[in-house]
């Protein structure tokens, strides 16, 4: 099971690294959207309320994940891969999708921070915290959104689905997020957040558990 | 009579709670004054979408193990009763609340997760509407129902034990705990929690049986 | 003597409206129901309640019906 996992996690990764225009993409997207938002605040950093700055952050996050992650299951439309997946487990497929998407948005959101910190400025108090959080929001984000980008695969308008689906599951998340990163911006005693981080690592394995159970009926089709 | 008798017990619990409700004592509080008799009324909202919801997602899991369409009509049909009573105590929780806190919409966590369920129970509605195959909606939309319930229960129940809240009873409100240790208001409301669970039943119960007669109808011709 | 003076007139206000705080004070419908209308209330409820029931029992029996015809 493990073998299996970790040779489908490595053909996604190259099947990436090959068509390198979903990454950059991506990246390109997270830009894109900082930069608008900068244009559109048009302060300095320092006058940017720090809570706004925070949210701000957030929800570029979680249009990021939702683009990014949609994809991986558009992806299976070519036939070739789909005779590689009738070989695998449905276990192993969502697993490794799950792993590689957490993977994906490691690597968006930290790019994410470093952009959005240099080009906003960086009020940050507590750092390692800050960079936490933002840990634990792309594993979250990846393993909702990765169930529900399968769910919303199968049905017809797929896009819009994906956003309706995605948004009232992922709020219990991002406030839990907010809470959290909020506390490290102001630079609070890191024992204050630990209710919220036990909450979304129970909430990630919640996760975890129901798509490990649920994926394979939603693979059957 | 036994596939009957929750029909009766509403009726007459509720008959009973529309006249007792007024004719009935209730202790004198400030802020709340008569509009206190809507504990018979708005909060049995919920415990009636409570258990509507619950009894959707019991044959959601039921129409995964057996395959069995009626399982699916089933959790269709107690969804959508269980958004009517969302919606229903919504509406009447935010006319309570314009005249006791002033205001149509609070930021209080009970409001935000009730409005959070509701939005993911329009989204179930709208997974199941872009499905053209009947076995394909049935699945998808049993997978989808169980997760976002298995998301939505830590907002509901852990958040509002974190925050503060406007509600009579949590976050250090005094409000209704007379009223939940005095006799007077129970008497008419756990009668009243039962009715209209009861009533939610009754209508589920009707269109469940108009569903299959209209299938029955489309198969014959 | 003025200060001691004047703190005595204060407090004694100040219980004065202690005093003030009975139940009373809290608004109720009390004439509503002195005058009778609340069972005016009641009944337009229970008419309102009496009309939904006997549609729902029509439904039911209509689908109960329909039910038997197609068993047979």
Known sequence: ?221 | ?221 | MKKAISLITILLLALNLFAQNTTNEIEMADKLYADGRIYVVVAVLATIFAGIIVYLINLDSKISKLEKQIKK
Request: net charge positive.
């Open chain 2, 1 to 221: 009579m036994k596939k009957n008798w929750y029909k009766y017990l509403s009726v007459i619990f509720l008959g009973y709670v529309i006249i007792w409700g007024f004719l009935g004592h209730i202790p004198r509080q400030p802020v709340l004054h008569e509009t206190a008799r809507n504990l018979y009324f708005h909060v049995p909202m919920w415990f009636g979408m409570f258990s509507l919801l619950s009894v959707s997602v019991w044959n959601s899991v039921q129409y995964l193990r057996t395959s069995n369409m009626l399982y699916d009509t089933k959790s269709a049909e107690y969804a959508n009763s269980g958004i009517l009573f969302g919606i229903v105590g919504i509406m009447t929780g935010s006319i309570w609340a314009r005249y006791t806190w002033g205001a149509w919409w609070t930021n209080d966590v009970k409001l935000n997760g009730a409005a959070v369920g509701l939005l993911i129970y329009f989204a179930y509605i709208i997974l199941r509407g872009s499905f053209n195959d009947e076995q394909q909606k049935a699945r998808i939309s049993s997978i989808y129902n169980i997760f976002a319930v298995a998301l939505l229960i830590p907002l509901l129940i852990v958040l509002p034990r974190i925050g503060d809240s406007l509600h009579p009873g949590n976050g250090g409100n005094p409000g209704f705990k007379p009223m939940d240790t005095q006799h007077t208001m129970r008497i008419v409301f756990y009668p009243a929690c039962i009715g209209w669970i009861c009533l939610g039943f009754w209508i589920t119960n009707l269109r469940i049986r108009l569903k299959n007669l209209e299938q029955i109808h489309q198969e014959n011709n």
């Open chain 1, 1 to 221: 099971m493990l073998k299996e996992i970790k040779a489908l996690i490595e053909k996604e990764i190259r099947l990436e690294l090959r068509q390198k225009y979903a990454l950059s993409g991506m990246i390109l997207y997270v830009f894109s959207t900082i930069y608008v938002c900068y244009l559109s605040f048009r302060l300095k950093a320092n006058e940017m309320d720090k809570i706004t700055w925070n949210t701000l952050f957030w929800i570029i996050l979680l249009f990021t994940a939702m683009n990014a992650i949609a994809k991986s299951f558009t992806q299976e439309r070519f036939g070739r891969l789909l005779y590689q997946y009738t070989l695998a487990s449905p276990v192993g497929i969502i697993l490794s999708k799950i792993a590689y998407n957490t993977l994906l948005m490691l690597v968006l959101a930290l790019i994410g921070f470093g952009v959005y910190a240099i080009i906003m400025g960086n009020p940050v108090e507590d750092i390692g915290y800050y960079l936490l959080s933002i840990v634990l929001g792309a594993v979250g984000f990846a393993s909702t959104l990765t169930m529900v980008a399968g769910i919303a695969s199968k049905a017809e308008n797929s896009a819009t689905l994906m956003a309706i689906l995605s948004f009232p599951i992922i709020i219990p998340i991002l406030i839990m997020l907010l809470k959290i990163s909020k506390n490290a911006l102001d630079g609070l005693d890191r024992s204050n957040s630990l209710d919220e981080i036990l909450t979304l690592l129970a909430i990630d394995a919640i996760v975890l558990v129901l798509s490990v159970i649920l994926f394979p009926f939603l693979w059957r089709s």
